[in-house]
């Protein structure tokens, strides 16, 4: 494999990794079990591709009905089930998933993962004239979106992990599940679908997921640094009483 490939391939997903472990500011998650879930997040990728050329190769569908099979099937009920499939199980058991922002933080290491080997395979078996262009936009478009995808999850498995009502648990872990399906679906269908307006829509689109789920980061930071201050207060009260 060409060096200048696999520097273009990572070298996006490694600022988004710096981007996202920096968020987590007041309780920062073990660097060990971080890397334990990224390299999830490829056994992951790996799993996707045989199963979407699986999908692909036994498609019967053209056209309109062809776009959505793979945006929504293919593309969309694979990869975020596969995600989920695997990193639900194994977060619920994580013992230091203590707070809600560490279920966003743990999938969106996963999903780095997973977007690391389709980065790979995207930008290795591209035109040598098109490698920086693909690298680019993938840089800018298709690993942002997987990030987008794995806050949602992210979010959700939070709500879960830490809901009393079992009425509402069973909700959030469906849409744990379902709510990421559907975005990455609507997300592949508007960029494959090419009509005149699909651009500004797509673009629309982008900014959509970007404030919705950038706000649900920023709920869950908040939460986590109140967390944090009451941890101080108790720390120093009884810090207080043993000096009394």
């Not at 942002?144 to 498995?157: D, E, L, N, R, V």
């Not at 509402?168 to 679906?185: A, D, N």
Request: hydrophobic share 50%.
């Amino acid at each position: 494999m060409k060096i200048r490939v696999l520097i273009l391939a990572i070298s996006p997903v490694l600022a988004c990794l710096i981007w996202i472990y920096l968020k987590d500011r007041y309780d920062k998650e073990p660097i060990i079990i971080l890397i334990k879930y990224f390299i999830l997040g490829i056994v992951t990728s790996i799993l996707g591709i045989g199963i979407e050329r699986l999908l692909i190769n036994t498609n019967i569908l053209d056209g309109i009905d062809f776009i959505f099979y793979i945006s929504f099937v293919v593309a969309g009920l694979t990869e975020e089930s596969l995600k989920a499939l695997i990193l639900i199980p194994s977060l619920l058991k994580e013992k230091y998933f203590n707070e809600k922002l560490d279920g966003i933080i743990y999938s969106v290491f996963l999903s780095l993962g997973f977007a690391t080997i389709e980065n790979i395979i995207y930008i290795l078996y591209e035109n040598e004239s098109l490698i920086l262009q693909v690298s680019l936009s993938r840089a800018i478009i298709s690993i942002p979106a997987h990030i987008m995808f794995a806050i949602t999850m992210g979010y959700y498995i939070g709500k879960y992990k830490f809901e009393e009502n079992q009425i509402k648990k069973r909700q959030y872990l469906m849409m744990s599940v379902l709510v990421p399906i559907f975005i990455h679906g609507v997300f592949d269908f508007i960029l494959m679908i090419r009509y005149k307006w699909s651009i500004s829509v797509f673009v629309a689109y982008l900014v959509l997921l970007w404030k919705i789920n950038l706000d649900k980061l920023d709920r869950y930071m908040e939460l986590s640094k109140i967390r944090f201050l009451k941890y101080i207060k108790i720390r120093q009260k009884k810090i207080r009483q043993r000096r009394k």
